[in-house]
């Protein structure tokens, strides 16, 4: 139990695009869900806190009109990188904990390869 | 949140018990202490978590002494497939998590 999947694994796209990236909690609940990018050689780094029904809570430094996230339910999250820039170019992870238990541990997605030409 | 110190960098070889110390200093009283793994291009693997004390599960165990201010994860007899970046976090359960650098992980045969 406590899989999280992503969709897409890699995506390529051009300069000035919208790409959507999903999130999905497959088997438990999850009211909060978390975003993250990583560059080569680099650690994660939190993007944003996603919370199912209400708005997103963005970290210092992130441009929450340019990565636009929706919780639209206890299962799904999505992250749109909008107008993306080659510099947009990354690999986006995101994570979920479970809802109501004890542990409190997250579970991370495979994450998502974005490439931007 | 409290910010965590690991090694850069450690080597090992296969079939050695590998230690890894993290130093979190500025700890609190509701944080726990968790440590993941992460291989090139895959989600961070939730390995292990605690609060106090000692903790085992069937991968690795994880020594906390009294004062908390820092963590020893185990890897006892570790492999080639052990080669990877491990983390350590230190926060409130079900909160946002915030990772430091990391420490790379070699193991040699």
């Known amino acids: 139990g406590a899989v999280v999947s992503q969709h897409p694994s890699w995506v390529i796209c051009k300069s000035g695009t919208s790409v959507k990236i999903e999130c999905r909690s497959l088997?438990?609940?999850?009211?909060?869900m978390f975003w993250y990018r990583q560059f080569p050689k680099q650690s994660l780094m939190l993007m944003a806190t996603s919370n199912e029904g209400s708005k997103a809570t963005y970290e210092q430094g992130v441009e929450k009109d340019k990565f636009l996230i929706n919780h639209a339910s206890l299962t799904l999250s999505t992250l749109t990188v909008t107008s993306a820039h080659p510099e947009d170019s990354s690999f986006y992870i995101c994570?979920?904990?479970?809802?109501?238990?004890?542990?409190?541990?997250?579970?991370f997605g495979p994450g998502t390869r974005l490439t931007v030409t | 949140l409290a910010k965590t110190t690991q090694p850069i960098s450690m080597d090992s070889y296969e079939g050695q018990e590998v230690n890894i110390t993290c130093s979190h200093n500025?700890?609190?009283?509701?944080?726990?202490i968790t440590w993941y793994q992460q291989f090139p291009s895959q989600g961070p693997r939730f390995i292990i978590q605690?609060?106090?004390t000692k903790v085992t599960n069937e991968v690795a165990s994880l020594f906390i002494p009294a004062d908390r201010k820092s963590s020893t994860l185990s890897l006892p007899r570790v492999s080639l497939s052990d080669t990877a970046v491990y983390y350590c976090?230190?926060?409130?359960?079900?909160?946002?998590?915030?990772f430091g650098q990391g420490t790379e992980l070699s193991v040699k045969p």
């Open positions: 500025n700890i609190a009283t509701n944080d726990y």
């Open positions: 976090l230190v926060g409130p359960k079900g909160g946002k998590l915030i």
């Open positions: 605690g609060y106090k």
């Open positions: 088997d438990f609940q999850a009211t909060t």
């Open positions: 994570s979920a904990g479970r809802d109501g238990l004890a542990g409190g541990e997250q579970y």
